[in-house]
C-alpha cells in the first residue's frame, strides 16, 4: 500500500509548484514577444527579406518566374508599411538582445538614432536571410511568395506572425527559436 501524503504536505507541494510556474510565467512575459511585436517586426523586415531571396534565388530560378517578373513590385508594396512599422519593430529587437552583449554595445545602439539603427537592422536581416537560403528552397520560397502575393501586407505578416507563433511553440526541454508571448483574448 502506497502511503497518503498528508493534506499539509500536498499544499506546500501545489504551493512550491504554483510558485515555479508563475516565475516561469514572469520569466517568459519579460523575454517573450508580443503577437503585435512580431507582426512589426515582420512588417519592417519584409521588404528586405523578399529583395534578399530574390538576389539570393536568381541565378536558380527561371527568368519568366514570379520573382524575375513581379518579385521587385511585391517588394515595393511590402515596403509601404516598413517606415511605420519602424518604432514596433525597434522595440521588439532591443527585447531580442535583452541582455545578449555587453552594457557598452547596448547602450550605443540604443542611443543611435533611427536614420543609423534603421539600415544596420536591415543590413543584418538581408544578411541573415541570404545567408541561410540553400539554392534547393529557391522554387518553394519563389512559389510561398507568389501564393501570398494577392494579401494585403498587412495580412501577410499577420499570417506570418501567426504561422510562426504556432509552429515555434515551446516544447518540454526546448527553447524556442522566437519566444512569442501567449496569445491574449
Request: proline letters at 8%.
Amino acid at each position: 500500500m502506497r502511503p497518503v501524503m498528508s493534506s499539509a504536505r500536498l499544499t506546500a507541494t501545489l504551493a512550491a509548484g504554483a510558485a515555479l510556474v508563475l516565475q516561469s510565467q514572469a520569466a517568459l512575459a519579460q523575454n517573450c514577444l508580443t503577437e503585435r511585436e512580431v507582426t512589426g517586426l515582420v512588417t519592417f523586415a519584409l521588404p528586405t527579406v523578399m529583395n534578399s531571396a530574390i538576389t539570393t534565388c536568381q541565378p536558380q530560378l527561371s527568368p519568366n518566374g514570379y520573382f524575375a517578373t513581379q518579385g521587385r513590385s511585391l517588394v515595393a508594396r511590402y515596403a509601404v508599411g516598413k517606415a511605420a512599422a519602424w518604432p514596433t519593430a525597434k522595440a521588439a529587437l532591443f527585447k531580442l538582445g535583452g541582455d545578449k552583449g555587453d552594457d557598452q554595445t547596448r547602450d550605443l545602439l540604443a542611443k543611435m538614432p533611427d536614420e543609423a539603427l534603421q539600415p544596420f537592422a536591415e543590413g543584418m536581416v538581408g544578411q541573415l536571410v541570404g545567408s541561410g537560403i540553400k539554392p534547393d528552397q529557391c522554387v518553394a520560397i519563389e512559389r510561398g511568395a507568389r501564393l501570398l502575393a494577392p494579401l494585403p501586407p498587412e495580412n501577410t505578416a499577420e499570417l506570418i506572425t501567426f504561422i510562426l507563433s504556432v509552429a515555434d511553440k515551446p516544447k518540454p526541454g526546448k527553447t524556442p527559436k522566437l519566444l512569442i508571448c501567449p496569445a491574449q483574448n
